[in-house]
């Protein structure tokens, strides 16, 4: 059997901005340099990803707009980057067109999940799919394709807005097509602990999602948003900065929900079924990770009142249409010596310094 994709994610918020493309290279920069062989896929036709990565598509590059449209395999649009274990789909601007020539063709949404199925090249461990800031046919294809989502969410008033729209997007695609789907966890980005501001949401957020909610949150750090230009990872770019040392949490944690790594001292839940109960779950105590980034941590401070102005209108325009045949999934559980890929060694970011430029 190939199961070759051991486990898969998508990085998914339909808001702009809110650090899924950071979270998609820091985390699997991070897995990488722990030894697992990660592939991360660019489903945003603004390719931040991609350029983060330092790959400028040339005009012959293959990008995922050739394995969604023209059907080529996933073998044949894998690049390496500058980071070991780590490769990479690039997106380029020709995707914001695959919406449209995609409109009327049947089985749209299952393109991508079809490529993992038939994938046999070198296994990877994990691949990661860093969305567009849209619920479109890109954000269907990773729905459908993967097997956990990560939702990034900014810690501010209003963060909430558009949360339900997604769980139902989220629902729909896990009652139609993809019966497996689990929320791994909601991560908060760009919280400053110092903002009462920050705590406030934090609280809030707990209160909304209980244990879904990372205990791990990633603070703002200007290293974070320089990386990117030099093409490289937090780890090599910064690799003594929060914000390596808060990616670092976030890739344990991520082992940890995945039950890869240890777990500390109070239990880890697992991947939660997407249950979407509209009843939030129970507020949790749970510490964060990262060590300064728990005095972002209220214990228990009054959350904010309630966002009514969650968007209630039912997910459409992404399933609805979608074809009832599914092909039943190959991308079983991970054989269990993929999993000894992830060794533990906590400076391995040093190693990998990337050529500069
Ligand atoms: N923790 C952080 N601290 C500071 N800047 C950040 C942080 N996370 C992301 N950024 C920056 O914020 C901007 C939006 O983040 P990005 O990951 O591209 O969001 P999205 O992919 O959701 O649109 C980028 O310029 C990025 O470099
Ligand atoms: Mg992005």
């Not at 214990?299 to 966002?307: I, N």
Request: glycine residues 6%; negative net charge.
């Amino acid at each position: 059997m190939p199961g070759v994709v051991v486990k898969s994610i998508a990085v998914i918020n339909q808001k702009g901005g809110v650090g899924k493309t950071t979270t998609t290279v820091n985390l699997g920069a991070g897995l990488a340099h722990r030894g697992a062989r990660v592939l991360l896929l660019d489903m945003d036709p603004q390719a931040n990803m991609t350029l983060h990565l330092d790959r400028q598509p040339e005009l012959e590059t293959p990008t995922m707009t050739h394995l969604l449209v023209d059907t080529r395999p996933l073998e044949a649009v894998i690049l390496p980057t500058a980071i070991d274990n780590l490769f990479m789909v690039p997106a380029d601007t020709s995707l914001s067109g695959v919406e449209q020539v995609l409109a009327n063709r049947i089985g749209r949404e299952t393109i991508l999940r079809e490529a993992f199925e038939d994938y046999h090249g070198t296994p990877f461990d994990f691949v990661i799919v860093d969305c567009p800031p849209a619920l479109g046919v890109l954000s269907a294809n990773a729905l459908v394709a993967v097997d956990q989502v990560i939702i990034p969410m900014q810690a501010e008033y209003f963060s909430l807005q558009g949360m339900t729209k997604l769980m139902e997007v989220m629902e729909l695609v896990k009652r139609r097509l993809n019966p497996s789907l689990d929320l791994l966890m909601i991560l908060p980005c760009m919280v400053n602990p110092r903002t009462n501001l920050s705590s406030e949401v934090l609280a809030e957020l707990r209160e909304h999602f209980g244990q879904a909610l990372a205990r791990t949150s990633v603070r703002s750090n200007v290293k974070l948003a320089e990386a990117p230009s030099f093409g490289v990872s937090i780890f090599e770019h910064a690799p003594d900065s929060n914000g390596a040392a808060d990616y670092r949490a976030v890739t344990a944690e991520f082992l940890q929900r995945q039950g890869l790594e240890p777990a500390p001292a109070e239990e880890v839940p697992a991947a939660e079924p997407l249950a979407a109960e509209t009843t939030p779950p129970q507020a949790t105590t749970t510490q964060a990770t990262t060590t300064e980034a728990a005095d972002s941590e209220p214990a228990d401070s009054a959350a904010p009142p309630a966002q009514d102005a969650l968007d209630e209108s039912a997910a459409d325009g992404i399933t609805e249409s979608s074809p009832a045949e599914t092909t039943t999934r190959v991308s079983g559980p991970a054989p269990a010596d993929r999993t000894t890929a992830v060794e533990s060694h906590e400076n391995a970011g040093e190693r990998h310094h990337a050529a500069e430029g």
